[in-house]
């Protein structure tokens, strides 16, 4: 069901941008998460979020709250976005980029920005990217790995620590088969099971128990066995053989696991978690599937990170009730997304930038419930950055599509039988009306579904649900709950004056007053509902003035279902000493 979606804010100040990684253990590590759908219609690179730096490659810097299409990219099959430039790796084994460039990090000979895609120079036979902060890695066929961008913390692992704007080898590494990029650090994890880790180390996030950072691969303490690794911000993550996570590195909002907030340089076990195929490292905390497709997180849950329900954090693992049935997640610095067995995308966490996909950028800063992506269907991977999220969903048939309503309008008090007309609407399992979810519906046909609306207020979006998706957002599916009860007026009030201490009993005459549900006095410090709202006739009323903060004029309005009284000298009351 539709979660809560919150309005909020939170100081990050010196906090690093972070991104997501999921990596399925039959999957090569450093690619999106991925996972095997029916196909329908042709596969699209759909993304959505923040745009300062042009990573949406759409050649602006407008961001966007809702998934769409990138254009001039064609068989994509997986990106890595740090939040300042992202890549995208292309089925022939290529690799294009776009966004910021300061250090190089695009890989294509120079430190200019792009905001449309460009290749990484001489690069070919690519099977995994990953994206730092403002560095990137490559994973190449024959098991060697390269690296561009900055390297102030030895992050390309080159050992020179000099920036390059393109791609180097990282000493050392062959045989790999999964690589990932944190914050100032990248993990190589071998074919034997054994992972290697690089750059800086303040946190601990090498996992070698140093603490001192390295330009060149070393070995991460005491793992073996491992089939997957995911670098958050400032911490790492291991999936072992037998369905356990280890994890090292920062640990102040609790992303470790281990049931305490105490860094730790080496791999400690994340507690109560077996049967894991997928790991997912995010910002500030962490994201595991079992092999049933139940999610797991844990770590900072301030803005709803962790989708349970709540923004706490926590320090061992929690299980998320409002989504079963999940093949890939993807954890980034805030948000998080989860692609369903059916193809579905859904999405939880921070949505200051648009990074939920749902369309309302701003408005709603965070959901601590998984909502689902509109507009996006039959989706084949899934991958969050910084403040984005990126998804390959089809562009063709499969996704619900609403194109008209009739009737488009009904009372507040709902019960309007509506007829909902579209595509692909036949296998529809909820519709709602803006948030709320309608009691009960029948499908007439595949283009039809027949519908009461429920109880709300203003204008709202229709949208219907299926397995393979949502519909997208459009004007062709508003509705408005239209009231046939005009808005009440206030044309007096009687005493005009009372103390600041408030308990003064007011007559209020006007038009349309009979239905009030509150009365509010409005001054320059705020508002105050009054108190005995007691309705005498549809022209007079009584209420009872509330305290004020100080003395000083105020303006009362009425509301009732027809709308809210306009604010006028006729309703003016005097607070006084």
């Not at 459009?474 to 009372?498: N, R």
């Amino acid at each position: 069901m539709l979660g809560r979606m919150w309005a909020c804010a939170r100081d990050v100040t010196g906090r690093r941008r972070a991104f997501g990684l999921c990596l399925l253990a039959a999957l090569a590590a450093g690619a999106a998460a991925m996972a095997p759908v029916a196909s329908a219609g042709s596969a699209q690179l759909f993304d959505w979020g923040a745009n300062q730096s042009g990573q949406l490659g759409d050649g602006t810097t407008a961001p966007s709250d809702s998934a769409t299409a990138v254009n001039g990219l064609e068989a994509v099959t997986s990106t890595a976005s740090d939040g300042g430039h992202t890549l995208a790796l292309l089925a022939n084994g290529t690799v294009m980029a776009w966004g910021g460039n300061a250090y190089g990090q695009l890989g294509d000979g120079t430190t200019e920005s792009s905001y449309a895609p460009v290749p990484v120079s001489g690069l070919e036979g690519v099977t995994a990217i990953a994206a730092g902060e403002r560095f990137s890695l490559a994973l190449l066929a024959d098991g060697d790995v390269v690296a561009w961008g900055a390297d102030e913390a030895g992050q390309l692992g080159d050992g020179s620590g000099e920036a390059s704007s393109t791609p180097v080898p990282v000493a050392s590494l062959t045989g790999v088969r999964a690589i990932s990029a944190g914050s100032d650090f990248g993990l190589a994890l071998s074919a034997g099971g054994t992972v290697m880790s690089w750059g800086g180390d303040g946190w601990g996030q090498l996992g070698d128990g140093g603490g001192a950072g390295s330009r060149t691969p070393m070995p991460v303490s005491g793992l073996e066995d491992v089939t997957a690794i995911s670098a958050g911000d400032l911490f790492g993550l291991a999936l072992l053989g037998d369905g356990t996570v280890m994890a090292w590195g920062a640990h102040n909002y609790g992303q470790l696991g281990d049931g305490s907030f105490n860094e730790s340089a080496g791999p400690v076990e994340v507690r109560e978690l077996t049967r894991i195929t997928a790991i997912s490292a995010g910002g500030d905390h962490s994201l595991a599937l079992t092999d049933r497709g139940d999610v797991w997180a844990w770590g900072d849950g301030y803005e709803g990170d962790l989708g349970d329900g709540k923004t706490q954090d926590a320090d061992t693992p929690v299980k998320l009730k409002a989504i079963a049935g999940v093949a890939a997640i993807s954890a980034g610095e805030r948000s998080s997304l989860a692609l369903l067995r059916s193809g579905a995308v859904w999405g939880w966490g921070g949505n200051q930038s648009g990074e939920l996909g749902v369309g309302s950028e701003g408005a709603n800063r965070y959901s601590d419930v998984p909502v689902p992506v509109p507009g996006l269907c039959l989706a084949s991977w899934i991958w969050v950055g910084d403040l984005d999220g990126f998804a390959s969903g089809a562009s063709g048939s499969g996704c619900p599509v609403v194109t008209g309503l009739g009737p488009d309008s009904g009372p507040p008090a709902g019960g309007t039988p509506v007829t909902v007309t579209g595509s692909e609407l036949g296998d529809a399992t909820a519709v709602y009306f803006g948030t709320v979810k309608a009691d009960g519906f029948t499908v007439s046909s595949p283009s039809s579904i027949s519908v009461d609306a429920p109880p709300g207020l203003g204008t709202v979006n229709v949208t219907v649900y299926s397995p393979a998706g949502t519909s997208a957002s459009s004007p062709a599916d508003e509705f408005e709950y239209a009231s046939s009860t005009p808005a009440p007026t206030i044309t007096g009030v009687s005493p005009k004056k009372g103390p600041e201490t408030g308990g003064t009993t007011v007559t209020i005459k006007g038009t349309n007053l009979g239905e009030a549900t509150e009365v509010v006095f409005v001054t320059a410090t705020g508002t105050a509902t009054a108190s005995d709202v007691h309705v005498v006739s549809q022209t007079e009323l009584t209420a009872v003035s509330p305290p004020a903060e100080k003395s000083g004029s105020a303006k009362i309005q009425v509301t009732t279902p027809g709308g809210t009284s306009p604010l006028s000298r006729k309703g003016r009351f005097k607070y006084k000493r």
